[in-house]
C-alpha cells in the first residue's frame, strides 16, 4: 500500500519559516519524482516545486524561486520544501505528489496534504 504523509504545516507569521516533509512507504521512492503542490481555497491545485528521482534536478514556479526550496532524502524516503519569508497568499493546503512513467502506465501517488496558515 502505498503511503505519501506530509507533516510540518501549521500557523506562521507573516516573514516566517516552515519545513514541510512528506514521508513515503510502499514505492521505490528513489525511482519517482517528486513535487510539491498547493491549494488555496476557491483555487485550483497548482504546482510548486519539482525535484527529479536523484535529486540532481530541480523545478520551481518561477513566483516562489528563491523563497521555496525543495529536496529530498532517499535514504529516509523523504522530500521537503523549505518556506521562507512567508506571505498570507502562501496560505495554502500542500500536497505532496509521486510519479514515475512506467513502460504503459504512469505511477502517480499523492499525500492527504497539510495546512499552512500565515497570518498575523
Known amino acids: 500500500q502505498v503511503q505519501l504523509v506530509e507533516s510540518g504545516g501549521g500557523l506562521v507569521q507573516p516573514g516566517g519559516s516552515l519545513r514541510l516533509s512528506c514521508a513515503a512507504s510502499?514505492?521505490?521512492?528513489?525511482?519517482?519524482?517528486m513535487s510539491w503542490y498547493r491549494q488555496a481555497p476557491g483555487k485550483e491545485r497548482e504546482l510548486v516545486a519539482t525535484i527529479s528521482s536523484a535529486g540532481g534536478s530541480t523545478n520551481y514556479v518561477d513566483s516562489l524561486k528563491g523563497r521555496f526550496t525543495i529536496s529530498r532524502d532517499n535514504a529516509k524516503n523523504t522530500v521537503y520544501l523549505q518556506m521562507n519569508s512567508l506571505k498570507p497568499e502562501d496560505t495554502a493546503v500542500y500536497y505532496c505528489?509521486?510519479?514515475?512513467?512506467?513502460?504503459?502506465?504512469?505511477?502517480?501517488?499523492w499525500g492527504q496534504g497539510t495546512q499552512v496558515t500565515v497570518s498575523s
Open positions: 505528489n509521486a510519479v514515475k512513467q512506467g513502460f504503459l502506465v504512469k505511477y502517480d501517488y
Open positions: 510502499g514505492i521505490t521512492f528513489s525511482s519517482y519524482a
